[in-house]
Structures are given as structure tokens and as C-alpha cells.
């Protein structure tokens, strides 16, 4: 079958509008079939045949189960990220219904972020004081900096949504 | 949580329609069929909301039946009298808003 590869970045606060392309690609006639670092994989659809939805999770069996039960289809797990996809004609396809689980879903993003970047401010500092390795440490500095950064866009996200918290569900 | 001061939409329906024994999907249908179409659980977060509640021991699962691999649920004593807690409260709710803003 005809299959085509795209190659794209996008940065971890960014996963709406990653969502919103995956989306806007099913709509042109080609729906996501997996996934790989930086890399999307595609055969053809129906325009507007399936909707497509991404979250972060951790691996868990019986939650693929559970969605399958619902008519959505499991793509590929790209790191911690798993994509889905689900014929539009069973019905809207969401993975987050209320404020309280999308809330949810952005501390568990905050989560593996801290983790990540924590580790790579540790290495940079304890690197760059090291003269021999200390240009690997700035690497580790940078990419630590980074993520302290997507942590601040993704708490950003969450802010908003617990100011509407207390009014609204 | 003792003092209970409000459920979610989401956590008031789902104890609501597990007083019958159901699996995961079989909620979302019945909710969706209770609210006439408006309340949509997404499976994400029914998934999160059944953990937490099993956690809390308002819903239990049922012992699986050997071929099925669906999970049933259903409503606990205790789920049962937060449900009714709710219930009450949201009659208030209702009466108070009747009261002041007459009957539409």
C-alpha cells in the first residue's frame, strides 16, 4: 500500500497543534498509520475518515484494551507519547472530556519533564566544573535550560485551566 | 475526603449509571443515553475516573467472567450514600434556583 513518511519537530508544548495537524492531514486524504522519532507515518483515507488524538501515558495495557473497546485504534507510542485514531462515522473521538483529567494529563507532561530536565541541570553542573568534559556539560546545561522552559509553557497551560476550574467543571 | 462537597458531572453519572453492573464502554453509552446526548465521557478520562473511584471504594470491579477481558463495575454501600448525599444537594440547588428565578 502507498505510504509516505514526513518528517516534522514538534516542541512538547506544542502536542494541540501537533494534534490539530495530524487532523488536518486525515482531512486532506492521509491518516496517521505510525509513528518514530520525529517521523509520522501515512496511507491514504477517505477525507475526513478518522480522527486523530494523542496524549501522554505511561505503559499500560489494560488502558489500550479499554480504548480499543471504544472503537479507537492504537497507532504507535513515540517516547512517552501514544497516538490513536477512530472512524469518524463511530462517532467524536476525544480523549479528555473534563477539566480535572486534562489538568491531569498536563501534571503527568510537568511530571516526566522535571524528571528530565532535574537529571540534565544535575549532569551540566556537576560537568561544567569538571574541566575536561566541560563543553559536554554546557550541553547538558542547554538542554536542561529547555526543558525548564517547555515545563514553564506546560504549567502555563495548566494555570489557565484551574482559573476556569473554579468556576466551571 | 469525608466531607464531601460536590461530585463532577463526570463522577455523578458514572456512580449513577454503575447501580446496574457495567464495563467501561457500557458506561459511556448509558450516560450519553441518560443526558440525552450531552454528557460525553472520554475514554481518558472515564479511565482516570474509575481508578480513582475503585481507589476511594465507591465502585468495586466484578470478579472477571474467564473469556471476556471487559472489566465490570459496580456501586458500592458507600458510592450508594454518596449518591444520595449528591442527590440532595442538588435538589437544593435546584429548589433555591426555582425559588428565586420562578419556574421557567
Known amino acids: ?169 | 475526603m469525608n466531607e464531601i462537597t460536590a461530585l463532577t458531572e463526570s463522577t455523578y453519572y458514572i456512580l449513577l449509571v454503575l447501580h446496574t453492573p457495567r464495563h467501561g464502554y457500557g458506561i459511556m453509552q448509558e450516560v450519553e443515553h441518560l443526558s440525552a446526548g450531552r454528557v460525553r465521557l472520554a475514554a481518558g478520562t472515564l479511565y482516570g475516573a474509575l481508578t480513582s473511584l475503585c481507589d476511594k471504594g465507591w465502585i468495586v470491579p466484578l470478579p472477571s467472567v474467564e473469556d471476556s477481558r471487559r472489566k465490570e463495575y459496580r456501586l458500592t454501600e458507600i458510592g450508594l450514600s454518596v449518591l444520595q448525599n449528591e442527590l440532595s444537594r442538588l435538589r437544593q440547588l435546584v429548589e433555591n434556583g426555582i425559588s428565586i428565578l420562578g419556574e421557567e
Not at chain 1, 535550560?145 to 466551571?168: F, Q
Request: hydrophobic share 45%; aromatic share 12%; with cysteine.
Open chain 1, 1 to 169: 500500500m502507498e505510504r509516505k513518511t514526513i518528517r516534522k519537530w514538534f516542541w512538547v508544548w506544542e502536542f494541540e497543534k501537533e494534534e490539530a495537524w495530524l487532523n488536518a492531514m486525515a482531512q486532506s486524504g492521509w491518516v496517521l498509520d505510525g509513528v518514530g522519532f520525529c517521523k509520522y507515518h501515512f496511507i491514504p483515507c477517505e477525507p475526513g475518515e478518522y480522527t486523530v488524538r494523542l496524549e501522554m501515558r505511561d505503559h499500560d495495557e489494560g488502558y489500550l484494551a479499554f480504548m480499543r473497546e471504544t472503537g479507537a485504534e492504537y497507532v504507535g507510542r513515540m517516547a512517552k507519547w501514544i497516538f490513536f485514531r477512530k472512524k469518524a462515522a463511530e462517532g467524536p473521538f476525544d480523549i479528555f472530556s473534563d477539566i480535572d483529567s486534562r489538568i491531569a494529563h498536563l501534571n503527568q507532561i510537568g511530571k516526566m519533564l522535571t524528571a528530565v530536565g532535574v537529571a540534565n541541570l544535575a549532569i551540566g553542573l556537576g560537568n561544567s566544573l569538571n574541566a575536561p568534559v566541560a563543553s559536554l556539560g554546557s550541553i547538558n546545561l542547554l538542554v536542561g535550560s529547555l526543558l525548564t522552559y517547555a515545563l514553564g509553557r506546560i504549567h502555563g497551560k495548566k494555570e489557565k485551566l484551574e482559573r476556569d476550574r473554579m468556576l466551571m467543571e
